[in-house]
């Protein structure tokens, strides 16, 4: 009995010296598959070393960092298009069959606390200009025949409303808070990975652009992509995007690969109340109910909110995404066109500009006119995220862009997934808000 057990363990000792051989292998150089987080400590190209003194550096990869407020949207195949009836009879988004690429999207709308972040940030790292002209419209709440004061007075600062999605914010508006947020995040996660020092790029006062560290000269100490520690960047969802991301169609399955059913709104069903336990009878999301309506009568306040509410209300959707429907409107990358299903790709469609669709008829031209301050138009086209310089003989254009997923301010109809709108780019309104996403970097799906 004794040998036995002597033999079991021998086994036990050869098998873990097994593989503690074959992870040297791995690791220093011989034989076996490398892995993006365990190359090895040698090319299986060349044999050199690497991180050899004056040699091809290669840093320590555990995967794609977490991003705040980010959460994971594993991609796949779906059919993108309005499921609904179209009553506005446009056309414009037929069903197809396509394929998204994994990304992450943030859990929720970019809310009044975010943005007061980043004002605060810019007004000490930015001129006067850019400052202003980052600063949400609280006019858009003003109507003329409308007490809406208070709104306009209070919404954007009163600590209140700190964590409603913000409003007024452009489309530029957006791409610029997206930018910032990539140079801030990537700060941080440098400083926390010890890849950044933190005396050496101002400290605290690296995000704020205070004195020793302004957001510009720190951006460049940042350490790049291949370190590992940084990530992609922030910037607006494809419509493609959003939609999947609206649908959350996992755990639809049955058996291999045939969903049992679609989806009319961001959850299960045709109604827009809660059918079960507690919450029965409660409505799923923020809209306006009809003519007139917005919240119900007093003392059963349905929906709970006469304008935009708490931007972690309502049960989120299978992916963990909240107010997908209804709340905002939110912003997406894409250029309107009424064709695009027709013309895009299968794979990770997107239209960014006026391919093969000429821009007479829905882009235009930016007007200077009304613009307040003693500024060049030079100046405003530079600070507005545009990427060429202004000629008077041939102006920027100011694109049409996608917004999706109805507001508080909406019927029901534009809470579908599939449903599609549009404004110019510079326009903002009381309804209309957005959320960022970001690639999933170093995947094949």
Known sequence: MKKFVRAIKGLGY???????????????????????????????????????????????????????????IEGGRTVLGSFEEDVVYTRDNLERAVTVASFY??????????????????????????????????????????????????????PGFRYFPVVGVNWRQAINYCKWRTTVVNLKLAEDAGLLDPIASGGDDA???????????????????????????????TEAEWEYAAQALIGTQYLDENQTHRRLYPWDGHALRNPYGKSQ??????????????????????????ITTYIYDYPPNDFGLYNMAGNVNEWVQDVYRPLSFQEMDDLNPARRDAYNDEETGYDGNYSFLGNEGPY?????????????????DNPPVRRIRVYKGGSWADVAYWMSPGTRRFLFEDSATSTLGFRCAMIRAGSNF
């Open 14 to 72: 050869l098998s873990l010296a097994g593989i503690f051989i074959s992870s040297c292998n791995l690791i220093g150089g011989g034989g076996g598959a490398r892995t993006a987080s365990n190359p090895g400590f040698a090319s299986s190209a060349t044999g050199l070393e690497f991180n050899e003194e004056g040699g091809f550096q290669v840093n320590d990869f555990q995967g794609q960092p977490d991003g705040p407020n980010l959460i994971f």
């Open 105 to 158: 999207m943030d859990e929720t709308e970019v809310a009044n606390i975010h943005w007061l972040e980043y004002e605060y940030y810019i007004k000490q790292d930015s001129d006067e200009f850019y400052w202003k002209n980052n600063l949400p419209d609280t006019a858009v709440w003003a109507k003329d025949l409308a007490y809406n004061d208070p709104y306009v007075n209070n919404y954007y600062r009163y």
């Open 207 to 237: 995000f704020a652009g205070a004195e020793g560290g302004d957001l510009s000269s720190s951006a460049g100490s940042v350490p790049g992509l291949e370190s590992g520690v940084t990530l992609p960047g922030y910037r607006l969802p």
């Open 281 to 306: 009878g409660y409505f799923l999301a923020n809209f306006k109910r009809g003519k007139g309506d917005y919240a119900g009568i007093a003392g059963k306040l349905n929906d709970g909110a006469m």
């Open 376 to 392: 060049s138009e030079e100046q405003w086209v530079a600070t507005s995220g545009l990427q060429k310089s202004y000629n008077a």
